[in-house]
């Protein structure tokens, strides 16, 4: 069966059945365009989300992808105040080992900042196994989550939120990292409703918690003004959450 995909009008072939046996909403769409003799149109959906998605068919888990970031260096000052670049996704220490981010932030020792981290840190989702990625892409996470929720595959729902749980867990919030959170909250935000099938987003709540354990840095951002006023939801959410601490 051929789909195709995003604005690129991507082609991409999946057998039928593999398709049919995760999603009844797919299956229907297959239905209706084989006696047609005529491929799947997912105008609105990007390939490589697509790709991936037919990746966690045939395998059963999806492979991160990358953060394809502008700036692949950071510049950063050593003792003697004289400016450096460090690859991003390797330690300042010269190794080759590679990690999630580079430079490792200030740490927010405040009482409430360890209690929104320990309650984000305690989230669990079904089990479901999250290899640490290298540099990951953890908008990509949000984007693949949204297309399962449309069509209504609840396994590989889970398995982005056990995913983009475990990269935030191991994700270094340093300054130049804040604008992709912020891309982050944004995107859930606005692709996401707050109740599915009758309960709360499973997304909304982990991309708030994490955004909670880090909102001091957000304050200081010029984006996120921007980011509050696009999305009234958020400001709701902050603000009870900040009135439970009263």
């Given amino acids: 069966m051929t789909f195709v995909v995003g604005e690129t009008k991507t082609p991409i072939r999946i057998h039928a059945a593999v398709v049919q046996d995760l999603s009844d909403p797919l299956a229907e769409l297959i239905v209706q365009q084989v006696s047609d003799e005529q491929p799947v149109i997912l105008g609105d959906v990007e390939a490589e989300t697509f790709t991936r998605f037919t990746e966690f068919a045939y395998r059963g888990t ?11 260096t950071i510049t950063a000052h050593d003792e003697d105040g004289d400016v450096f670049t460090i690859q991003r996704g390797y330690p300042v220490g010269g190794t080759s080992s590679p990690v999630a981010r580079t430079i490792s932030p200030v740490r927010n020792t405040s009482a409430s900042h360890r209690r929104y981290f320990e309650q984000f840190r305690s989230l669990n989702f079904y089990d479901v196994p999250a290899m640490v990625s290298v540099n990951p892409n953890i908008m990509f996470h949000a984007k693949l989550y949204a297309f399962a929720t449309e069509f209504q595959i609840l396994s590989l729902q ?69 980011v509050l006023r696009n999305n009234v939801a958020l400001s709701i959410d902050i603000l009870r959450e900040i009135l439970k601490g009263l």
């Avoid at 999806?62 to 692949?72: F, I, L």
């Avoid at 990269?167 to 606005?190: H, I, K, Q, R, S």
């Avoid at 994490?210 to 003004?225: I, L, P, Q």
């Fill in 158 to 226: 889970r398995q982005c939120l056990s995913k983009l749980h475990r990269d935030l867990c191991e994700f270094y919030m340093n300054p130049c990292n804040v604008g992709a959170v912020l891309d982050l909250v944004d995107y859930v935000y606005t692709h996401t409703e707050r109740h599915e099938l009758g309960e709360g987003s499973s997304l909304r709540n982990l991309v708030f918690r994490y955004a909670m354990c880090h909102v001091d840095k957000f304050v200081v951002d010029e984006r996120f003004e921007q």
């Fill in 62 to 72: 999806y492979v991160t992808p990358m953060a394809h970031d502008a700036e692949m």
